[in-house]
């Protein structure tokens, strides 16, 4: 089972403890694994059950009490009065439960939801490679399974440079939103002047329902933790730092006892594997901020001061940590590092487009059917992650467009989702790669309140440093306030463009320059919405302040509506069409929601 944050949140740890009850209470000849996150967040929790001969079954959304029938299923008690008395309880719960469907039915996906291996099916797992089998911190299995013979072929050959290479060969890019070529930082850092050097894991992950740094650190530390070793071997860093937000509890845990396994067996420390030079890595826990995904603002963090972005040049490759060449990499991107040198940069570049090579991961989440954390060869269209690997929108709704890259990214219409998952391609189409959030919206919601979300964060986030950031983003989100609140002037839309223009060129940092881009691409590609709030009517009916409920003609006079209003807006008129007062009424949705006639509808 995997206990990650996620599915502990959907009461994976309940059923952990009982399987391992019901293990041993009947004898079972089952051992029971904690692994790393398989990324089905939509069956959580999930029980996988893998036999000797290879056979394995899947069980999701399962609950405590029917773990029992679950693994009874698979495996037989120890002795005689165990079988008896399993058969008896079984027997007993099937009385008592009146019929109801077999919870080895219910919850089996090889039966009530064949359609689920599409999201496995259509991705390549690279960082995620061997999730939901390995343990998080069983090191002896993560060395069986290939780990740290990556490490070991660098630090067997001859020259640094040589891992720069294959690095470069590979086309990665960085995975943190910019895209920069990895190899080209890392040869910025080893060719800086200086024998001091330090290296920076970057685990900060502050966009909203991002979770793909998490899932990484908290499932495959020890991958991280090699990959960090290969960077600091190529650029000469003898010392390293884990920056990881302090939300992240799991993540922390894992990765502390995961550096103090590999330290205690000597492949970090003293001496990398026993032979190479040091390397002496340390966690230090984030604050929160936003803004501290930022190179220079994460570097004044660890530092001590307060996380604010500085002025470039000189860069972190020239003068980082304590003043020295450092080299930053997100989470994902020292991931890869371990694959590719093992597999071949050639295997690597094979994957992708020309110009993004590899696999991404990504937050999948909004009005899909399988959410949860996907893996994608570069190149896989937004289209095809909607409709195969997400199983479709939810309700059979109509899919309107694909967020992606969280709060710096954008808005791409469902006429341009045959978009690929490529850097230069999605900046085009008006969003940008990012971290890999991606949230997908259908005709329900309102364009202009997704960038009034938005923007609400990255105001809020903004460290105040810089005026256009400080300032503009406020003007901005007093305007997109006022339109959704049915306020809106003339001028705002046109206002709003040139706010966000000035915002780009005027701040500091990435995240300013960025802040805008939810606005801008919702202008580019949803104009009309903004024109249907200077008119006071919200299309997707989402703004409050902009629609109203009424009860059409199909009324049967149930009172179901005036029963759960929660302000009394609707009298209490048994058998007779009820009628809303709109001065009272809140838009909770509530008598929408729970009218069997169908009758309430919003204008």
């Known amino acids: 089972m995997c206990v990650c944050s996620s599915c502990d949140a959907a009461g994976a740890r309940a059923v952990f403890v009982e399987c391992e009850r019901e293990v041993q209470e009947h004898g079972l ?8 996150c398989t990324g089905v967040s939509f069956e959580a929790p999930l029980l996988e059950v893998a036999l000797a001969d290879g056979r394995l079954f899947r069980y999701g959304r399962i609950q405590p009490p029917d773990v029992k029938a679950v693994l009874l299923r698979h495996f037989r008690p120890a002795t005689l009065p ?28 090889d039966v009530a939801h064949g359609a689920d291996s599409a999201f496995w099916n259509c991705q390549k ?52 939103g910019a895209g920069y070529p990895t190899a080209r930082k890392w040869r910025s850092v080893r060719g800086a002047p200086g024998e001091t050097k330090y290296i920076i894991c970057n685990g900060d992950e502050g966009d909203p329902g991002a979770f793909m740094d ?44 995961a550096l103090a396994q590999c330290e205690a067996r000597g492949i970090l420390g003293e001496r990398l594997m026993g032979t190479g030079p040091a390397l002496r890595l340390r966690v230090v826990e984030g604050a929160g901020a936003f803004v501290c995904g930022e190179e220079t603002a994460l570097i004044a963090a660890i530092e001590g001061r307060r996380g604010m972005p500085r002025f470039r040049p000189p860069y972190p490759a020239e003068a980082g940590l304590w003043g020295k060449p450092t080299l930053i990499n997100n989470v994902e991107t020292l991931a890869n590092v371990p694959w590719i040198v093992r597999q071949g940069a050639v295997a690597f570049a094979s994957l992708g487009t020309r110009g993004s090579a590899g696999s991404k991961t990504f937050a999948l989440a909004g009005k899909v059917v399988h959410g949860g954390l996907i893996e994608v060869p570069m190149g896989m269209t937004l289209r095809q992650i909607v409709e195969q690997i997400g199983g479709g929108i939810q309700d059979g709704g109509k899919l309107k467009a694909v967020q992606v890259g969280g709060p710096s990214g954008g808005c791409v219409p469902a006429s341009l989702c045959d978009t690929p998952v490529d850097y230069e391609a999605l900046t085009a189409a008006g969003a940008i790669m990012g971290s890999g959030g991606m949230v997908v919206l259908d005709e329900t919601d309102c364009m202009v309140d997704v960038a009034r979300y938005f923007m609400t964060f990255t105001q809020r986030e903004s460290c105040g440093k810089c005026t256009f950031c400080r300032v503009g983003t406020q003007r901005m989100l007093e305007i997109l306030e006022r339109l959704c609140a049915g306020h809106g002037e003339a001028e705002d839309v046109e206002r709003l463009e040139d706010l966000s223009r000035l915002v780009q060129r005027g701040s500091l940092c990435g995240l300013g320059r960025t802040a805008p881009n ?13 024109d249907a709030h200077l008119r006071k009517r919200c299309p997707a009916k989402r703004c409050k302040a902009l629609i109203r409920y009424v009860i059409s003609d ?38 929408r929601k729970t009218c069997p006639a169908k009758a309430v509808q919003i204008e």
């Open 29 to 36: 000849a089952a051992t029971v694994k904690e692994v790393g």
């Open 82 to 109: 165990q079988r008896l008395a399993a058969k008896m309880a079984l027997a007993l719960e099937s009385v008592v439960a009146a019929g109801e469907t077999d919870p080895v039915i219910r919850y089996a996906l």
């Open 125 to 176: 797992r690279i960082v995620t490679e061997h999730g939901g089998a390995l343990a998080p911190l069983d090191l002896d299995e993560y060395i069986r399974h290939g780990g740290f013979a990556a490490l070991k072929t660098c630090l067997d050959s001859p020259a640094p440079e040589t891992v720069i290479e294959t690095i470069e060969t590979s086309g990665l890019r960085g995975r943190g």
């Open 214 to 257: 998490r899932m990484t650190l908290e499932s495959f530390p020890y991958r991280v933790l090699e990959g960090m070793a290969i960077a600091a071997v190529a650029v000469g860093a003898a010392e390293g730092v884990l920056y990881i937000r302090a939300e992240y509890p799991l993540a922390l845990h894992r990765v502390g006892a």
């Open 518 to 530: 939810p606005v801008l691409s919702t202008l580019q590609h949803f104009r009309a919405e903004y």
């Open 554 to 591: 199909d009324c049967i006079g149930c009172t179901r509506c005036a029963q759960r209003c929660p302000v009394k807006a609707i009298p209490m008129t048994p058998y007779r069409k009820h009628e809303i007062d709109v001065k009272l009424c809140i838009r909770c949705d509530t008598c």
